[in-house]
T-cell receptor, first 111, second 110 residues
């Protein structure tokens, strides 16, 4: 069975700090990977996706993620966070018609 | 945003009563999903559908049933609601890969 692990449950950063959120997956076949963001009181929105090709994926709002197959990782990065990035971030893996989500990382950005 | 409507948006009900949540899409996507979101657990898949009348269980399907008689509608039913089913329920749709989510239904069972 596929699984997704997010090791950071709660991250607090000051504005302009750099961000890296960890995501590791366990899956036996070809895997498609995603990062979603959920702002308070809202539904999940897709930040970026990886299907194949260039392992460095750029998404919306200045986010990017790097797929490292040897480490089974798909970490999310942003060079300089803003207060408006305060949200919960979910890593997810898609395979066999289903998507498996990590437990999420809450990011709090302090002005 | 993708055309996904969940109804109702909020519901309070009593233990033992049946509850049905509706997800309606206007995108003609093949796949539809029901998740529940609880603090510390992220999103957990309840049931999903890969076509009309084609459904399968997710990781937390006990106590829930689903039906999909039309491409656009996916119903989630709690046959006899329990307090442990108090949660926020999200519907999602997908054609291949990325999912698009509805706004959620906040369900409280007293």
């Amino acid at each position: 069975a596929q699984s997704v692990s997010q090791h950071n449950h709660h991250v607090i950063l000051s504005e302009a700090a750099s961000l890296e959120l960890g995501c590791n997956y366990s899956y036996g076949g070809t895997v498609n990977l995603f990062w979603y963001v959920q702002y308070p009181g809202q539904h999940l929105q897709l930040l970026l996706k990886y299907f194949s090709g260039d392992p460095l994926v750029k998404g919306i709002k200045g986010f990017e993620a790097e797929f490292i197959k040897s480490k089974f990782s798909f970490n999310l990065r942003k060079p300089s966070v803003q207060w408006s990035d305060t949200a919960e971030y979910f890593c997810a893996a898609w395979g066999y018609q289903k998507v498996t989500f990590g437990t999420g990382t809450k990011l709090q950005v302090i002005p | 945003d993708a055309g996904i409507t969940q109804s109702p948006r909020h519901k309070v009900t009593e233990t033992g009563t049946p509850v049905t949540l509706r997800c309606h899409q206007t995108e003609n996507h093949r796949y539809m999903y029901w998740y529940r979101q609880d603090p510390g657990h992220g999103l957990r898949l309840i049931h999903y559908s890969y076509g009309v009348k084609d459904t399968d269980k997710g990781e937390v399907s006990d106590g829930y049933s689903v039906s999909r008689s039309k491409t656009e509608d996916f119903l989630l039913t709690l046959e006899s609601a329990t307090s442990s089913q108090t949660s926020v329920y999200f519907c999602a749709i997908s054609e291949s890969g990325p999912q698009h989510f509805g706004d959620g239904t906040r369900l409280s069972i007293l």
